[in-house]
Each structure stands twice: as structure tokens, then as C-alpha cells.
């Protein structure tokens, strides 16, 4: 149970609850909003100023959403909507606990997300994640942790996309892959032992709490009914459509980068990449330029996961309170570590 803090002040003999507030996070939410609404209104400055750039930016990502990740993310999402809400996900947890739970410290429950998280790549890691935190079968600590971890390019984009399709190097495929997921699993370890006793890591329920919870719920006989094959397929399109919405919008940001400023190397194509991933690995990938520079830098930008890739987890967490500054760092680290793996790894097996 999530409890808010309250003052009490008289006021015609009645207790009124005030909500808390910290002067200096008012301001910051202050500032942040000031900012947001600049950034909105100038964002539609430029669409108007650059309208064909809008077009394919929007173009872009439309298709990019409707041939890509609107067939292959669906079905994962209604299907995990469904075991999640007929416990069917915590006998596979089981399966799975022996070894995941000794080798990530994680709960029973928390082993699913991993194992969804890293067959079906971003969001789904993140949005099961949420699944469980609303079921209150795993607690905030443990979902932080996961979300770093298994909420990554899913294996297809990684091999075909990138390596096959882009970059042309189909050696590299399963190189590339392990790369990116040791540097995901490596960035959130590190993450969890830096920050284990800071505010974002400060679970609202204990670990003994959540798991019997967990148990007590697992008990309840859940019956299968065309209700809950409803509201999974509707949560799936709100899900999918969200996704898309944001695809679509950092699309068009990445077309106009494109289009503005002269081209100075890989920097502005590496900029495109961070603000959405596949436009800024295509840019990459067009630049004649050494392909192990063309490597460290996919990989890079496929571990951040884009600026875009940040607002789909957001969206997807819905009201879980789960910390996106945490996600952001943890990111970041991801980021860093896989520049490392992947220097290293062109260092001994140049292309």
C-alpha cells in the first residue's frame, strides 16, 4: 500500500489535507515545465518552417511503425497481458528462478519480465515490468532493477536490422548481440550497487511483503474469461498506439536534424540517433567512413536506446512511480560500457 504524506491545518474547524512539498522539487517541476512548453511551441515553429522534412520524418516513422512494430509488438503484448492476469506467468517464473533468481537477485516473479524483456526487446521489458508492479507481485526496488536490464533492442533488431541490414556485416551478428546484452546486464548490476541506498532504489513494500503477496494472490484461482481476452487486447492497441505516437514525433525531430546545419561527419547522424535510433543507425550506416567506427557507434546508440525509446518506456509505465532519472542513468551507463565492450571488441577482431 502506498501511503502520501499530509499536513493538517485548521481551517473552520476542519482538518484539511495538504500534500508535502519540497520547495526545491516545485521549483525544479517549475522549470521543467517552462521548459517543455518552450520546446512545444518551438518544435511547431519548425514543423511549419520545415514542412517537407515533417513529411518524411512522419512518413518515416509511420511506416516504421505500422511494417515493424505494430505486427511484431501486438502479440507479445496481448499475449503477455493474458499470462500476467492468469498467473500463467508465474509458472514460468518458477521454471526459470533456479537459475535467474541466484544469478540476478531477483524474486520469482521479477525472472519473467527477463525472459520477455529479452526475446521481444523495448518496450515489452519495461511494460511487464509495470504488469507486475500493479499486480503488486513484485516491489518498486526489484523493478527498477529490471527495467534497466531487460528493457533493450529486442535480438531481430539487432541481428537483422543492424548487422544483416544496415552495417552489411553478418559476422558480426551474434558479436554485436552479446555485446549490447552483457553491456545491459553489466550497466544494471553496477547500477543497483552504486545507487543501493539512494531515494530511487527505496522500495515502498519489503521484499518478504511483496513476495507474499505474490504468494497470496498466486492461490486465487483466476478463470479464464472473454473479459480478460478484452481488456488485453484493448490495454495492447492503447500500449501500441502510444508507441507509435512517439515513434512518429521523434521521427520528424531526427528528419529536421537532418535538414538543418551542414553535414560535419557522423556528429549530426549520431545526433539523429539519439534522438530515435533506427533514422540515426541508417545515417550512420550511409556515411563512408572505417566500419569499426560505424560499429562502436550503432552500438552505442542501440544500448541508449534513443531519446524516443525513454518516452515509450515512459508511457508504458503508466502509474507505477517507477523512476525514470534511475532508467536514464542506468542508460547512460549502458551506453558508456557498451563503447568500451565494442572498442575492445574492434580493437581484436577489426573489420
Known sequence: MK??????????????????????????????????????????????????????????G???????????????????NLMVRLNIASRISNLFYPALGRLFRVSKEGCYPIIIGFLSG??????????????????REEGNF?????????????????????????????????????????SALLCRYIFRNSKHL????????SNSLSAI??????RFSFEIVDSSIMNGFEVITKVGGYIILFSIIAQIINEIGPDTGYY?????????????INQICKIAMDNNIKIVLVAVLTSFGGLSGIA????????????????????????FVTFLFSLLYVNLFPS
Open 3 to 60: 501511503h502520501t504524506k499530509y499536513l493538517s491545518c485548521n481551517a473552520k474547524s476542519q482538518d484539511i489535507p495538504i500534500l508535502c512539498t519540497n520547495p526545491l522539487s516545485a521549483k525544479k517541476t517549475f522549470v521543467i515545465n517552462k521548459f517543455i512548453k518552450a520546446f512545444v511551441v518551438i518544435f511547431l515553429i519548425t514543423m511549419i518552417l520545415y514542412p517537407t522534412a515533417s513529411y518524411q520524418g512522419a512518413t518515416t
Open 62 to 80: 509511420l511506416l516504421l511503425w505500422f511494417h515493424n512494430v505494430l505486427p511484431n509488438l501486438l502479440p507479445f503484448i496481448i499475449v503477455s
Open 122 to 139: 523495448i518496450p515489452m521489458g519495461a511494460k511487464t515490468t509495470g504488469d507486475l508492479i500493479l499486480e503488486d507481485k513484485i516491489h
Open 146 to 186: 529490471l527495467i534497466t536490464m531487460c528493457n533493450n533492442a529486442s535480438p531481430m533488431f539487432i541481428i537483422g536490422y543492424i548487422a544483416i541490414s544496415q552495417l552489411k556485416l553478418p559476422r558480426i551478428k551474434y558479436p554485436l548481440f552479446l555485446i549490447i546484452y552483457l553491456s545491459a546486464i553489466t
Open 202 to 209: 527505496q522500495a515502498e513494500d519489503t521484499h518478504t511483503k
Open 217 to 222: 494472490k498466486s492461490k486465487k484461482p483466476t
Open 268 to 280: 549530426k547522424a549520431f545526433l539523429m540517433g539519439i534522438t530515435e535510433i533506427t533514422t540515426g
Open 312 to 335: 515509450q518506456t515512459k508511457s508504458v509505465l503508466g502509474s507505477t512511480r517507477l523512476s525514470m532519472s534511475y532508467y536514464v542513468i542506468a542508460k547512460l551507463m549502458n551506453a
